[in-house]
């Protein structure tokens, strides 16, 4: 399937807001450039059918992100920026790009979108929480029956170590927050 | 009903278009309330686009994510202007 128009145009939005968020030498344009990236990224997931990602995308990394960056701004101190844009290091540059170029000739080998054939589909363990996971644990969304039953002390876990950044982060900044 | 969902999708493309083109003005500045500005004028144009996007697919559990994203935004240019007022006062 050839890109389509919308999915073309969010690529071209992301890519604007990455390089902005790179280059801009004032780091409160740049926090706003990676802001703006962090919604564009979050409509390319809907884009794909995936709306969960994108609402986690966009409460993350556009919400509490940019919060986490202006505090740290806010507790730091930057000099005023006297030209618009960074001076660009031409050797990270080619490193950087050497990298996307190998994870990018990689992606024709991945199977097509919605493809039934993908192993990822039709491999045992899926084919198992498909048939079952209803009748196990009567939650509809088999990805939300993995999550939340079959690895349920996992996901738990992920729960205590993000509850612990939360602490931590806010016994460093020294600040009650009731939100 | 397969030109509707096209049309639909290319006017999404359209505003998303729009959103790019608000891009200009936060690169160019000049000053940060310029900014701030252009990342919300960018943030409204891709609410409009996701509330199309749901539309094309008929798909209404994508609205939630747009109203979601549209206080997101608001709370953003929030946070934005407190900072740029108050160097500190985010929270």
Same mark, same amino acid.
């Given at each position: 399937?050839?890109?389509?128009?919308?999915?073309?145009?969010?690529?071209? +939005? /992301? @890519?604007?807001?990455?390089l902005g968020a790179a280059l801009l030498e004032d780091?409160?344009?740049?926090?706003?450039?990676?802001? $703006?990236?962090s919604l564009g990224v979050s409509?390319?997931?809907?884009?794909?059918?995936?709306?969960?990602?994108g609402l986690t995308e966009a409460a993350v990394g556009a919400g509490i992100m940019t919060v986490l960056f202006l505090l740290a701004l806010s507790n730091t101190v930057s000099p005023d920026a006297?030209?618009?844009?960074?001076?660009?290091r031409w050797r990270t540059v080619a490193l950087v790009?050497? +990298? /996307? @170029?190998?994870?990018?000739?990689?992606v024709p080998a991945l199977?097509?979108?919605?493809?039934?054939?993908?192993?990822?589909? $039709?491999?045992?363990?899926?084919?198992?929480?498909?048939?079952?996971?209803y009748a196990e644990t009567e939650v509809r969304n088999a990805v939300t029956a993995v999550l939340a039953a079959y690895r349920g002390f996992d996901t738990l876990g992920e729960g205590v170590v993000v509850f612990s950044a939360v602490v931590v982060t806010l016994s460093v900044l020294r600040r009650e927050v009731v939100a | 009903m397969v030109e509707f969902e096209t049309a639909l999708l290319a006017i999404a493309?359209?505003?998303?278009l729009f959103a790019v083109v608000a891009l200009y003005r936060v690169y160019a500045g000049p000053t940060n309330h310029d900014r701030v500005i252009a990342v919300n004028v960018a943030?409204?144009?891709?609410?409009?686009?996701?509330?199309?996007?749901?539309?094309?697919y008929q798909e209404s559990t994508f609205l939630d994510v747009a109203l979601v994203y549209a206080l997101l935004n608001f709370l953003l240019s929030i946070a934005f202007s407190k900072f740029n007022v108050e160097r500190g006062g985010v929270l």
């Open positions: 399937m050839p890109i389509t128009l919308v999915e073309a145009a969010l690529l071209t +939005f /992301v @890519l604007g807001c990455a780091t409160l344009a740049a926090v706003m450039a990676f802001a $703006a990236y409509v390319l997931w809907l884009v794909l059918q995936a709306p969960d990602v006297d030209r618009l844009f960074e001076p660009i790009g050497g +990298f /996307v @170029l190998l994870i990018g000739a990689t199977p097509a979108i919605g493809d039934p054939n993908s192993p990822v589909v $039709a491999g045992e363990v899926s084919q198992y929480y498909l048939a079952n996971a | 493309a359209a505003f998303v943030g409204t144009n891709t609410v409009i686009a996701i509330t199309l996007v749901a539309a094309a």
